[in-house]
């Protein structure tokens, strides 16, 4: 089977330091039940602790045992195929800019918002891919995630088995490799206090705090001088940069293409 390869190399962007951490990290973890991981997924990890090492060691330990708890997440993620039906009832998108303090932006909006119609569970895993194909381009310092909610209600959480939701929350506090800094949701209605509700009692305070909800009358204004500037958001939110429907193909193109990077990281998990 291929090795999980990037598209950067890690030895060509880090100093003496950090792979002096990267190979002592290496060594703290041989002892765990995990995948030899490479440079560049350790570098991450290293990113995301910044750079303490037992830090980097616990959430390391909490991504691959997450992942393990919720195959229907993280395996089989074929673009092409699979996810095929996914992919036509979002939209999902990275912006092409990175934000002054290096932060990259993601974009979710449900465009069939027929709760019968949508798997939730692949609505995770197309979110999940394009996380991880933002770091197949290289080490983030952080991730600024936009959730449209526009036509979003209380029944789409009927979806999605609660244990599966509470993992899914869980890895997003304990084992992704780059650190959520900011979640905004936008066209908030009320039902958002019932599911504030519901998942309350297994989200940290500290994750609650980054989180941003905004109700359809939102201040566009406001946003842009207390959050995030036009010029790194997609026109359907007033800002300069392309539509999220131009931005979600591409997004879609690039997750197949990516087929044999997420194909090669599932094997790698499944050799341990």
Same mark, same amino acid.
């Given at each position: 089977?291929?090795?999980?390869?990037?598209?950067?190399?890690?030895?060509?962007?880090?100093?003496?330091?950090?792979?002096?951490?990267?190979?002592?990290?290496?060594?703290?973890?041989?002892?765990?039940?995990?995948?030899?991981?490479?440079?560049?997924?350790?570098?991450?990890?290293?990113?995301?602790?910044?750079?303490?090492?037992?830090?980097?060691?616990?959430?390391?330990?909490?991504?691959?045992?997450?992942?393990?708890?919720?195959?229907?997440?993280?395996?089989?993620?074929?673009?092409?195929?699979?996810?095929?039906?996914?992919?036509?009832?979002?939209?999902?998108?990275?912006?092409?800019?990175?934000?002054?303090?290096?932060?990259?932006?993601?974009?979710?909006?449900?465009?069939?918002?027929?709760?019968?119609?949508?798997?939730?569970?692949?609505?995770?895993?197309?979110?999940?891919?394009?996380?991880?194909?933002?770091? !197949?381009?290289?080490? %983030?310092?952080?991730?600024?995630?936009?959730? +449209? #909610?526009? /036509?979003?209600?209380?029944?789409?959480? =009927?979806?999605?088995?609660?244990?599966?939701?509470?993992?899914?929350?869980?890895?997003?506090?304990?084992?992704?490799?780059?650190?959520?800094?900011?979640?905004?949701?936008?066209?908030?209605?009320?039902?958002?206090?019932?599911?504030?509700?519901?998942?309350?009692?297994?989200?940290?305070?500290?994750?609650?705090?980054?989180?941003?909800?905004?109700?359809?009358?939102?201040?566009?204004?406001?946003? !842009?001088?207390?959050? %995030?500037?036009?010029?790194?958001?997609?026109? +359907? #939110?007033? /800002?300069?940069?392309?539509?999220?429907? =131009?931005?979600?193909?591409?997004?879609?193109?690039?997750?197949?293409?990516?087929?044999?990077?997420?194909?090669a990281e599932e094997a790698q998990r499944n050799r341990t």
């Open positions: 089977m291929a090795a999980v390869k990037f598209g950067y190399t890690a030895d060509k962007i880090i100093d003496e330091t950090t792979k002096e951490n990267i190979e002592a990290l290496r060594q703290l973890l041989v002892d765990e039940n995990l995948p030899e991981l490479t440079n560049e997924q350790i570098l991450q990890f290293l990113w995301r602790s910044g750079h303490d090492l037992c830090e980097a060691k616990r959430i390391i330990t909490g991504c691959y045992h997450l992942r393990a708890k919720v195959p229907q997440i993280f395996s089989n993620r074929k673009a092409r195929t699979d996810l095929n039906k996914i992919f036509g009832q979002l939209e999902i998108c990275t912006m092409p800019e990175r934000t002054e303090d290096g932060n990259a932006i993601l974009f979710v909006r449900v465009i069939d918002t027929n709760y019968k119609n949508i798997s939730m569970e692949d609505y995770f895993k197309a979110y999940f891919m394009t996380l991880d194909s933002l770091l !197949y381009q290289g080490p %983030l310092k952080g991730v600024i995630t936009i959730y +449209d #909610l526009t /036509g979003i209600s209380l029944m789409h959480l =009927t979806r999605i088995k609660l244990s599966v939701l509470k993992t899914i929350i869980a890895y997003l506090q304990e084992g992704l490799p780059v650190e959520i800094k900011q979640v905004h949701c936008l066209n908030c209605s009320s039902f958002m206090d019932a599911v504030l509700k519901l998942i309350k009692p297994f989200v940290r305070n500290d994750f609650l705090e980054k989180s941003h909800f905004h109700t359809r009358n939102v201040d566009m204004d406001a946003f !842009y001088a207390n959050h %995030l500037e036009k010029k790194y958001l997609p026109e +359907d #939110l007033g /800002g300069d940069l392309p539509s999220t429907k =131009t931005l979600h193909e591409r997004n879609v193109q690039l997750l197949a293409d990516l087929e044999e990077h997420f194909d």
